[in-house]
């Protein structure tokens, strides 16, 4: 069956430092990749897409990369700051199919 | 520009019961989602509507039902609430059939007692 898998349910790291989330995936081939932000109480918040046929993508101080083969996406934040604490859901999707993951935790201590 | 809204913020039923949430989309929107989000589970897709038709259901029973108005607004119902049915419900819309660029709503939060 169709599994999506965000690396660990929580991260904590230090302000300033780099934040890596992973998002893996099997028995699924999808057409694109998004990642959204969530903060406690609200709905998710697109950040980024990524297609099948890219293989890394920026924007401000976020990069993710897609890669097929390994059927995985990386999710990272750089110089990381407190207000960038939430919960991180990757998603996936592929014609009239959207799945997300059950997301990771992240949390920046100052 | 007004982002997606949905109401009741918070609604309190008892199992049994049966409840009804409300999503309007952002202007001009024609698709409208709904996924469910358990405490400590992802978003599970219920329902997705487009020009008033059902487009796609999720693995969730048939007392979990809904429907899209002319003016593209949604109505999710959920029948024989059970204690499991307590979650947030995400509405989300978008520009036509398009899943990749969903706008999220605030969320109804269901508690069932």
């Known amino acids: 069956s169709q599994k999506i898998e965000q690396n660990s349910e929580a991260l904590n790291i230090q302000e300033g430092k780099t934040a890596t989330l992973t998002c893996n995936y099997t028995?699924?081939?999808?057409?694109?990749l998004q990642w959204y932000r969530q903060d406690p109480g609200r709905g998710p918040v697109f950040l980024l897409l990524?297609?099948?046929?890219?293989k890394e993508k920026r924007k401000e101080r976020l990069k993710v990369t897609f890669d097929t083969t390994l059927k995985q996406s990386l999710f990272h934040i750089t110089a990381s700051q407190p207000a960038d604490s939430a919960t991180y859901l990757c998603a996936l999707g592929s014609g009239n199919d959207m799945r997300f993951g059950a997301g990771t935790r992240l949390t920046v201590k100052p | 520009e007004a982002g997606v809204t949905q109401s009741p913020t918070h609604l309190i039923k008892t199992r049994g019961q049966q409840a009804t949430l409300r999503c309007s989309p952002i202007s001009g929107h024609t698709s409208v989602y709904w996924y469910q989000q358990a405490l400590g589970l992802g978003l599970q897709f219920l329902l997705w509507?487009?020009?008033?038709?059902?487009?796609n259901r999720g693995n969730f029973p048939p007392r979990f039902s809904g429907r899209q108005f002319p003016n593209y607004s949604s109505e999710l119902n959920v029948n024989a609430l059970e204690l499991e049915d307590s979650a947030l419900y995400l509405c989300?819309?978008?520009?036509?059939?398009?899943?990749?660029?969903?706008?999220f709503g605030p969320g109804t939060r269901l508690l069932v007692l």
């Open positions: 990524i297609r099948e046929n890219e």
């Open positions: 509507y487009d020009e008033g038709e059902e487009r």
């Open positions: 028995n699924y081939s999808p057409a694109y």
């Open positions: 989300a819309s978008s520009v036509g059939p398009v899943l990749e660029t969903q706008y």
